[in-house]
């Protein structure tokens, strides 16, 4: 044990402190005030806790101690002590130790681990206690406290990692959260001219590129021009899209049917259909978009007629199912080739349902077609291989011959698979073998976790007024930022809404452009080509278009971590950050969080910085194909458009991944009057079916008839147009002096905006079109008003009105500025195409029930 001494110089008097073993707390600590005497400065008065001790009690304190230290402080005071160490032949150390402890009589020695503050070093416990006090205001998480002191901890800078903090101070090595680090290519790449490609195709494809990139290289290794259905799992942007062209036209001009190429949102297939019709149409293929009938006459639209083996198809997966649903399956000639893309959406909440139906339905009408799925977010993968492969599959021999009720197999076989029917064969825990749609081929599992350029993930900590400062500087640096290939850097901003995306756009001081599903086709084209040919910096855009954007950009920008009203899932954000750095362009790949500190959607608990951190540490979740009841018994109704019986329905069914039990979910559809016993659909169900409505939607509108409800009345009770906005948000806001929902129709600005006090504080401009709004929508005498969905159904009318009275999308968002909210005019053509359709239902619903008003 080594008893130490410490003795801390200020102004008249002197702290002395007996410390054991270097321990920060001391085992005494007393006040000494020295005095001039004829033989030097000697002990004068000695007091510890408010009591006086004999002065002649320090000296022996300090003649018994191992080491005496002095430490820096009032330089009189310190040469007084000195003086008296001489005095009685004693000598001292001078030490640098924390002045923060020492304030509150504390040792803490200056070392290794100190850490810089404000020009001096102070112990890393008092670092992160001013880093607390610094930090109190922006509310941060546990999470992101942690990460901030983890900072302080390695970088041992306070000074800088506050800076971090700073909009005006952007240090990347210190938001540098990880890399995702580039692998290098262990594939070896496949020369286009060593194909077994078609010739005229070879010939185009090699005017492009020489070799094929890595995972196209591994599914040709895997069997892709022999006909083998796979599953790609691929980061995006590796080239997975033309493993589908390459399979599906070799399989088109080889004569084996038509190319199915299915996308999830509607932008995303309008971009492809142009690129293939481009592409290929010097090959005498034709190339139709299936995104299914508008009823609203808003743009041109060129039509192409398909063939029956020389057509590509291009749709959504409801454009497309909607000729399976309508028993229009023969529009679509021979399938040669279908290919899936964001095949992870199975697990979607809303549409995953509809993926499997539709997956199971083409399998039944092309069983002999080559299956390809693409995703780049799919975790454990070998599951959903399995599930996507290993079902029973019946080939048309079912259109001959019927089938027994209850059997498995065709009468004839005694229970043995014939050569037209699949077998169930188990798979191997982990292999990447299974069978496929017929008996010769099999299918493979395809991975290719490797990146071509390595991705940095950053965070930083911002105000909601600071984000679009801090956009625009990343942005800046990014645009002056040449890659080894001579590309500039571009930038792709995320945010959570379509006002966002303008507002974002219109506030960067560089070129910078907003794209959404709202513009139209022309803008959306004009905006891409601007992007892909260098003459935009930004492009700001929204979280739910994440799937259609394929911009080359080296940096992706996080504005929010939220879609919508709802925080991103980790599929989400996984397939967001991968669209950062391309191989032919880039070097490097960005990825920028802006996490606003305690910011909350929804009334949630978990706040943004929370969110951030579980999106960098989490890993992608597997795809979990589980249904509930409704929507299995709407895949089932939708499956008896196909179906000739009982014995056929049972084995669409069957090839549900998610499908529910036959037999239950046939006998509540027959009880609902959707289906016959004969497993044939009443006009009812049909109605429900070419419509995609659900078993509740379908009784709402047929009680709805049946009470004579105004059609009106009944299709806005089924939706209604909630994206509309306070078209002087900014205006209200400031007179408010709080922040506002962008929304209209959202709780808190019930609350805000359309209260007796919120009127009265507004401009009078502003609150003539707030009490005209009020006037035409929220006069109400429901008991829960203005909860009770009365204003936004109102509201709802009154667009179909201006509608039926001859105006256009645009011509309705301006009538509707009137009222002091705007709506985007993409959002009302897609709610009046909703509304037609919901129309045509209601009509048709109402003929079958006898309903001749409507």
């Known amino acids: ?86 005095g009685y032949q004693l000598s001292c150390a001078r030490v640098q130790l924390c002045r923060y402890c020492l304030l509150e009589d504390k040792f803490s020695p200056i070392d290794k681990r100190s850490i810089r503050f404000k020009n001096e070093m102070i112990c890393p416990d008092c670092a992160l206690g001013e880093l607390r006090r610094e930090l109190g205001y922006m509310k941060l998480g546990g999470s992101g406290l942690e990460r901030i002191e983890k900072l302080v901890l390695k970088t041992r800078d306070l000074d800088r990692v506050l800076g971090m903090l700073d909009p005006e101070r952007l240090d990347r090595d210190l938001t540098l959260y990880s890399t995702i680090e580039a692998t290098p290519v262990t594939t070896k790449p496949v020369n286009i001219a060593d194909l077994l490609l078609p010739e005229r195709f070879r010939n185009l494809l090699a005017r492009k590129t020489r070799e094929l990139l ?93 063939t029956t083996s020389t057509t590509i198809w291009v749709g959504t997966y409801e454009g497309v199912d909607y000729l399976l649903r309508s028993g229009k399956a023969d529009r679509l000639g021979r399938i040669g080739t279908v290919v899936i893309d964001e095949v992870h959406t199975l697990a979607d909440l809303e549409r995953g349902h509809r993926l499997d139906g539709l997956i199971a339905r083409l399998k039944y009408i092309a069983p002999d077609a080559q299956f390809l799925y693409l995703s780049a977010t799919v975790g454990d993968p070998v599951t959903l291989f399995k599930k996507l492969f290993t079902k029973k599959l019946f080939t048309k021999v079912l259109s001959k011959t019927a089938l027994r009720e209850g059997d498995n197999l065709p009468p004839g076989t005694s229970g043995k698979p014939s050569a037209k029917v699949l077998s169930k064969t188990a798979l191997r825990e982990g292999s990447d073998v299974a069978p496929s749609s017929t008996s010769k081929k099999r299918a493979r599992l395809v991975r290719y976790e490797e990146r071509p350029v390595p991705i940095e993930l950053h965070l930083l900590f911002a105000g909601a007024r600071d984000k679009v400062r801090i956009i625009d500087r990343l942005a800046r640096q990014e645009w002056n930022t040449r890659s080894s290939k001579g590309y500039r850097g571009q930038t792709i901003v995320f945010t959570n809404s379509r006002q966002r995306c303008h507002k974002i756009a219109e506030s960067l001081r560089i070129r910078a452009a907003a794209y959404h599903a709202g513009l139209s086709k022309k803008e959306r084209k004009r ?61 490097l790949g960005k990825v920028v969080l802006l996490a606003e500190p305690d910011r909350k959607y929804h009334g949630g608990s ?248 409507i």
């Open 1 to 86: 044990m080594t008893i130490s001494v410490l003795a801390n110089p200020q102004r008249s008097t002197i702290t002395v402190m007996q410390i054991r073993d270097h321990q920060k707390k001391p085992l005494f600590c007393g006040t000494l005030t020295l005095k001039k005497t004829e033989k030097g400065m000697r002990p004068y008065k000695f007091m510890s806790e408010n009591r006086f001790k004999k002065p002649s009690d320090v000296i022996d304190m300090l003649r018994s101690a191992d080491r005496i230290m002095l430490a820096s402080g009032d330089q009189k005071t310190a040469g007084e002590f000195l003086d008296m160490l001489h």
């Open 214 to 306: 890595p995972v196209q290289s591994l599914a040709i290794e895997n069997g892709l021009l022999e006909g083998v259905s796979q599953l790609v799992v691929s980061e995006t942007a590796t080239g997975k899209t033309l493993i589908g062209e390459l399979a599906g036209i070799t399989n088109l001009l080889e004569g084996r049917g038509n190319l199915l190429f299915i996308v999830p949102l509607v932008a995303l297939a309008g971009q492809k259909e142009e690129d293939f019709r481009e592409r290929y149409s010097s090959l005498g293929i034709t190339t139709v978009l299936q995104i299914g009938v508008s009823r609203i006459q808003h743009e041109r639209k060129q039509k192409r007629s398909p």
């Open 527 to 587: 905006i891409s080509q601007a992007f892909a040919s260098g003459k935009l910096e930004v492009v700001v855009t929204t979280a739910a278009l994440a799937a259609g954007v394929d911009f080359p950009a080296s940096q992706v920008i996080f504005e929010s971590l939220a879609m919508g009203i709802d925080w991103l899932s980790g599929h989400e954000f996984h397939q967001m950050l991968g669209r950062a750095g391309r191989p032919d362009y880039h070097d």
């Open 606 to 853: 978990e706040t943004e910085d929370e969110i951030a951190f579980k999106l960098l540490k989490h890993e992608i979740e597997p795809v979990d194909v589980t249904y509930e009841e409704p929507e299995q018994m709407e895949e089932l109704l939708a499956s008896s458009a196909l179906a000739r019986n009982k014995s056929e329905l049972r084995v669409l069914n069957d090839l549900l991944i998610g499908g529910g039990d036959f037999d239950y979910l046939f006998g509540k559809l027959v009880e609902y009057g959707f289906l016959t016993a004969s497993a044939r659909p009443t006009d009812f169900g049909r109605i429900a079916a070419t419509h995609f409505l659900s078993v509740e939607q379908a009784f709402l509108i047929r009680d709805a008839v049946k009470r004579n409800e105004s059609p009106l009345d009944i299709v806005v009770s089924l939706e209604t147009l909630d994206s509309v906005y306070f078209k002087n948000a900014a205006r209200i806001a400031a007179a408010l002096k709080m922040h506002i929902p962008a929304r209209v129709f959202q709780g808190a600005a019930y609350d805000l905006v359309f209260s007796g006090d919120g009127i009265s504080a507004l401009d009078k401009d502003v609150r003539e079109e707030i009490l005209s709004f009020i006037t035409e929508f929220m006069v109400c005498s429901h008991a829960d008003a203005p909860y009770c969905g009365c204003s936004e159904r109102a509201f709802s009318k009154r667009l179909i009105e201006l509608r039926c009275e001859g105006l256009d999308p645009k011509g309705i968002v301006s009538a509707i500025g009137d009222y002091g909210v705007y709506a985007y005019a993409g959002d009302v053509l897609e709610y009046l195409d909703h509304v037609a359709r919901n129309l045509e239902a209601i009509e048709m619903i109402a003929k079958v029930f006898g309903n001749a008003v």
